[in-house]
């Protein structure tokens, strides 16, 4: 009975961190469309915004540690003949991968000291931040379908 409310502990700590994180890409992604930028066509010319690259810094710090919380909630329990629990793994960390990605992409065009231009990048930060929900969302079935698949 501990383990389960150990379990579930976490699993809120999971969720904690990763609507944290989400909120911060799309605070990020608002700090940056704050900041005036010329567009035409593809091509967009915009200064870089520090409030959005330390938001979105942090959203990608505490996305990382919500993926390892995950990860370390769910266990290996792979023995068994359920294969839910290693589709659930699988998804997290493909979420994880295109949500980081997509968190470091949008941060590192703020962290240049000048302004720049090139192929607009739209969205990377809000996309990250979505990807952090969804994140929450398939980390919870993975802990339920690992502790309920699990040999007791």
Known sequence: MRNLYVGISLCILVIALDVTAGILGLKAEAAQDKEKHMRFLLLECKPPSH??????????????????????VGGCNFRHASKLPMVCLVLTWI????GMSLLVIGTKSNHKSKV????SHNNFLSGGGILCFIH?????????????????
């Open 95 to 98: 979420v994880m991968a295109v």
């Open 51 to 72: 409030h959005a690259y330390e938001l979105g810094f942090a959203a990608a710090v505490i996305f990382g540690v919500a993926h390892v919380f995950a990860n370390l």
């Open 116 to 119: 720049s231009c090139g192929l």
């Open 136 to 152: 929450a969302v398939i980390s919870v079935a993975y802990y339920v379908t690992s502790s309920a698949t699990y040999p007791k």
